[in-house]
């Protein structure tokens, strides 16, 4: 019998179907890989409730063009004032502090935000013509309009455009002024970006010869990202501008200056029992002048004080220290002040404010307290009640500094402390570094800008912690993988949530902590990093967010003694070797790698020399050279070095996981200083891999120094001697915390999947009877990518329930790159 290709086809497709399920169903069933045992009945400790928060800085425009509503930037026309004392490079475009700090700036003569509309406009900065001794600049616009130009004018253009909804009210306020005794009209509107089509009903006003503040409200005509506020005139005249204003009707709870209603509501919406503010660099400031004092940041916008922040472009402090803490207690967050320290950014050439001269900083703390605390019919409180809350806020916390550290600091540090102490002795005063103990910091803040290694490895830092009476307790006031390239992805929201399970275990450890920055403006910066993305329309949570958001909401009571059995993956990096300091002079001879003296080399920074198989470092701001195959992980990498000038240490590096910059991360090892150190640059996070060993280094003495890089272990000899050995952390499997849920009778079991594969296991429970069906809120996808405008549901937690089954073991597969929340009713 003759078959055709079609029959003979169908039975070779029927007959692979029959195999593919007979071979199915004969399949073992994958076994379990993990377990979890959980002792319930155990000791327990309470939860740390108020752990999680938020830092809400003034960092690529957060706040201004951020939360802050208004919608123009420079209203007053202030950005490109130099800060006092500091000069302009012009052939550099930049500015120099006096203490020699250079920094990216506008031209002084530049109008930031603003443009002209025809030729005949023209606009100028005017330092004579002002509103108050406050406000600096105004702006003068000459404006020449006839039949044959047409009118003529400027145009605000905001923070890269004005985001308008059709229907939506905008309330506009400026101060005017002209030079005409006849009156000649100004059109003030909203238009498109090119100012062909009008988007708002249209204002007019008469300039009169003396300064007048005039108001008014625009009804937006269409739905626009790109609209611009013009002043425009039919007529040839002057006229003078200031303080141009522009605010939509709806802001956060109908607050007047107040807040972007979305972005307000997703930091409300992570429910944090904090927020720390106004930040970090932004309150260092970079000279005198450059951060904000409390009292030049509330009461009327037109006289608060303006200045170029430390992060590159101007303030107009319009959420300020009021504004802040009515927000916080509007989503009943607890208040953290940051104020400066009398010290500028040490990373800027810093300015030491004198400390003879430190009473009237310290005041200004004292004040900033009172103006939140103090009772209504008392001098402050009569100030805050003018700005419309006559009743206390209770700040409990102040930070001193952010980032700052050394004598000169401590010694400022103290003085605040002292002094606070004597008048508020129930406010918390927080410090940058651990102090003595005769006048120990009340907590200290750490920042843990770690990369994903770190936090995935580092979540069992504070395991078996036992708290010092001798240490004071950690605040960890900036926290997040948000200067690394997987930051915003499915991947650093789990390495995030790794740490953080580990700090839950732990309560005693960290007082609380702080996700920064919350907030990540991506249309004034493509490259920023933040909980919260947003342009000036939309504005998108990522998957740290949902995590952070996860975790807050489930805490439990009491944390519950839990037992993982999993296995862990050797931490093995990879990358070249180099030589790295600072302010040093050095000599190095008889440089090897694995006995060989041919390999590549880069001089990345510094003046090196090299004669006769020397190398000789000479005092420079920093020395760095690279050595070898940035993809080797294997390697033993030799050198004599000798030390002929200043008093610091040599740093060796290895294992720079092939970034290859000074700030990348690395294994080093440190001799110097009186010690040596092993530890492994993550990020910003200097983890030390063991204790510090003494070590006298005597200048002018050569010194044998070898790192040999063998899998995950690092081991340090000098003259031939082992004086450092450590293995780089291991990767766990999962991450888990257990809790006590006693309102609703339930176990909260959350785990973290670090692996790329789903993860079979058992679930064993001692001490308590369950249910067998669990409630489940699950973060999981491509570790690889993240939520933005186009797609901001890629990653998403997903809500459902399972079931175990009545006769064998409690089993569950967690997925692959995920976190898991799981609720077990219990009796």
């Known amino acids: 019998m003759n078959l055709s290709n079609h029959s003979i086809k169908s039975g070779f497709w029927f007959l692979g179907v029959f195999m593919f399920f007979l071979l199915s169903g004969c399949r073992p069933e994958m076994p379990v890989t993990s377990s979890i045992t959980i002792d319930a009945d155990g000791l327990t400790f309470p939860v740390n409730k108020n752990l999680y928060g938020v830092s809400i800085e003034e960092i690529n425009h957060a706040v201004d063009g951020g939360i802050y509503a208004e919608l123009i930037q420079n209203r007053s026309f202030e950005d490109g004032v130099l800060p006092l004392h500091s000069a302009y490079d012009y052939k550099e475009n930049v500015l120099v502090t006096p203490n020699g700090y250079v920094m990216p700036f506008v031209k002084p003569d530049s109008v930031i935000g603003w443009r002209t509309l025809t030729p005949g406009s023209k606009m100028y900065l005017d330092t004579r013509e002002l509103i108050n001794e406050e406000n600096r600049r105004s702006l003068l616009v000459a404006v020449t309009a006839n039949d044959s130009i047409g009118r003529?004018?400027?145009?605000?253009?905001?923070?890269?455009?004005?985001?308008?909804?059709?229907?939506?009210?905008?309330?506009?306020?400026?101060?005017?002024?002209?030079?005409?005794?006849?009156?000649?009209?100004?059109?003030?509107?909203?238009?498109?970006?090119?100012?062909?089509?009008?988007?708002?009903?249209?204002?007019?006003?008469?300039?009169?010869?003396?300064?007048?503040?005039?108001?008014?409200?625009?009804?937006?005509?269409?739905?626009?990202?790109?609209?611009?506020?013009?002043?425009?005139?039919?007529?040839?005249?002057?006229?003078?501008?200031?303080?141009?204003?522009?605010?939509?009707?709806?802001?956060?709870?109908?607050?007047?200056?107040?807040?972007?209603?979305?972005?307000?509501?997703?930091?409300?919406?992570?429910?944090?029992?904090?927020?720390?503010?106004?930040?970090?660099?932004?309150?260092?400031?970079?000279?005198?002048?450059?951060?904000?004092?409390?009292?030049?940041?509330?009461?009327?916008?037109?006289?608060?004080?303006?200045?170029?922040?430390?992060?590159?472009?101007?303030?107009?402090?319009?959420?300020?220290?009021?504004?802040?803490?009515?927000?916080?207690?509007?989503?009943?967050?607890?208040?953290?002040?940051?104020?400066?320290?009398?010290?500028?950014?040490?990373?800027?050439?810093?300015?030491?404010?004198?400390?003879?001269?430190?009473?009237?900083?310290?005041?200004?703390?004292?004040?900033?307290?009172?103006?939140?605390n103090a009772p209504r019919d008392s001098a402050m409180g009569k100030l805050r009640a003018s700005q419309g809350h006559p009743e206390p806020f209770n700040l409990r916390f102040i930070e001193i500094g952010s980032g700052n550290y050394g004598t000169e600091y401590v010694r400022r540090y103290e003085l605040f402390k002292e002094a606070i102490h004597k008048v508020y002795p129930r406010v918390t005063v927080i410090g940058n570094v651990i102090t003595d103990i005769r006048n120990r910091v009340d907590w200290v803040d750490s920042h843990y800008y770690g990369d994903e290694m770190f936090f995935i490895t580092n979540q069992s830092r504070f395991d078996g912690f036992l708290y010092a009476k001798r240490q004071p307790p950690m605040f960890i006031g900036e926290f997040g993988l948000v200067r690394d390239e997987s930051s915003g992805t499915l991947r650093s929201a789990l390495a995030e949530a790794c740490f953080l399970l580990g700090l839950e275990r732990n309560p005693d450890a960290v007082k609380r902590i702080a996700y920064a920055?919350?907030?990540?403006?991506?249309?004034?910066?493509?490259?920023?990093?933040?909980?919260?993305?947003?342009?000036?329309?939309?504005?998108?949570?990522?998957?740290?967010?949902?995590?952070?958001?996860?975790?807050?909401?489930?805490?439990?009571?009491?944390?519950?003694?839990?037992?993982?059995?999993?296995?862990?993956?050797?931490?093995?990096?990879?990358?070249?070797?180099?030589?790295?300091?600072?302010?040093?002079?050095?000599?190095?001879?008889?440089?090897?790698?694995?006995?060989?003296?041919?390999?590549?080399?880069?001089?990345?920074?510094?003046?090196?020399?090299?004669?006769?198989?020397?190398?000789?470092?000479?005092?420079?701001?920093?020395?760095?050279?690279?050595?070898?195959?940035?993809?080797?992980?294997?390697?033993?990498?030799?050198?004599?070095?000798?030390?002929?000038?200043?008093?610091?240490?040599?740093?060796?590096?290895?294992?720079?996981?092939?970034?290859?910059?000074?700030?990348?991360?690395?294994?080093?090892?440190?001799?110097?200083?009186?010690?040596?150190?092993?530890?492994?640059?993550?990020?910003f996070v200097k983890d030390k891999l063991t204790e510090d060993v003494p070590f006298s280094f005597v200048s002018n003495q050569w010194y044998k120094v070898s790192v040999t890089c063998k899998d995950d272990i690092i081991s340090c000899y000098v003259d031939d001697k082992l004086v450092q050995q450590a293995n780089l952390r291991p990767i766990p499997s999962l991450v888990v915390v257990t809790t006590r849920d006693d309102k609703n009778k339930q176990l909260i079991i959350k785990v973290v999947n670090t692996t790329r594969h789903p993860e079979k296991t058992q679930l064993n429970i001692n001490g308590i009877s369950v249910g067998l069906n669990a409630e489940i809120i699950e973060l999981a996808g491509d570790p690889e990518i993240g939520n933005n405008f186009s797609s901001p549901e890629n990653i998403i937690p997903v809500k459902k329930t399972t079931g175990f089954s009545l006769q064998g073991p409690m089993v569950y597969e967690f997925p692959p790159n995920s976190l898991t929340i799981m609720r077990l009713k219990f009796d």
């Open 152 to 372: 003529g004018g400027i145009a605000a253009t905001g923070y890269k455009g004005i985001s308008l909804v059709k229907g939506e009210k905008y309330v506009l306020s400026f101060y005017l002024k002209g030079t005409s005794l006849q009156p000649k009209e100004v059109h003030v509107a909203l238009e498109d970006s090119a100012a062909k089509r009008v988007l708002s009903n249209v204002m007019k006003v008469n300039p009169t010869t003396a300064w007048r503040k005039v108001k008014f409200a625009f009804t937006a005509l269409e739905d626009v990202r790109d609209a611009v506020l013009t002043f425009t005139s039919n007529e040839s005249q002057i006229f003078w501008i200031d303080v141009v204003s522009l605010f939509p009707e709806n802001t956060w709870k109908g607050m007047p200056n107040g807040l972007r209603p979305d972005l307000a509501d997703l930091i409300a919406g992570l429910k944090p029992r904090f927020i720390r503010f106004p930040g970090g660099d932004f309150v260092e400031g970079f000279t005198g002048g450059t951060f904000p004092v409390w009292h030049e940041t509330i009461g009327d916008i037109a006289k608060r004080k303006h200045f170029w922040t430390a992060n590159g472009y101007g303030t107009t402090n319009g959420m300020g220290y009021f504004e802040y803490l009515r927000f916080c207690e509007s989503i009943g967050a607890e208040p953290i002040y940051v104020i400066n320290s009398g010290v500028t950014s040490q990373k800027r050439r810093p300015r030491f404010e004198d400390i003879t001269a430190m009473d009237k900083i310290v005041k200004d703390a004292l004040d900033a307290i009172a103006f939140a």
């Open 517 to 683: 920055p919350a907030l990540a403006n991506v249309q004034m910066n493509k490259k920023a990093k933040g909980l919260i993305l947003f342009n000036n329309k939309q504005a998108v949570k990522t998957p740290s967010y949902h995590m952070l958001s996860m975790l807050g909401e489930n805490r439990g009571d009491a944390i519950l003694k839990t037992a993982v059995t999993s296995y862990e993956r050797p931490q093995v990096t990879f990358g070249a070797a180099s030589l790295y300091m600072f302010d040093n002079s050095f000599d190095f001879r008889n440089i090897r790698i694995d006995g060989n003296k041919s390999f590549k080399s880069k001089i990345v920074n510094g003046g090196w020399k090299f004669a006769d198989e020397m190398l000789v470092a000479e005092p420079n701001k920093w020395n760095y050279i690279l050595m070898g195959d940035s993809a080797e992980h294997d390697y033993t990498f030799t050198t004599y070095v000798r030390r002929t000038k200043g008093s610091g240490q040599i740093q060796i590096r290895v294992r720079d996981n092939g970034l290859q910059n000074a700030a990348a991360n690395h294994v080093c090892f440190t001799i110097g200083l009186e010690s040596c150190e092993l530890y492994r640059m993550a990020g």
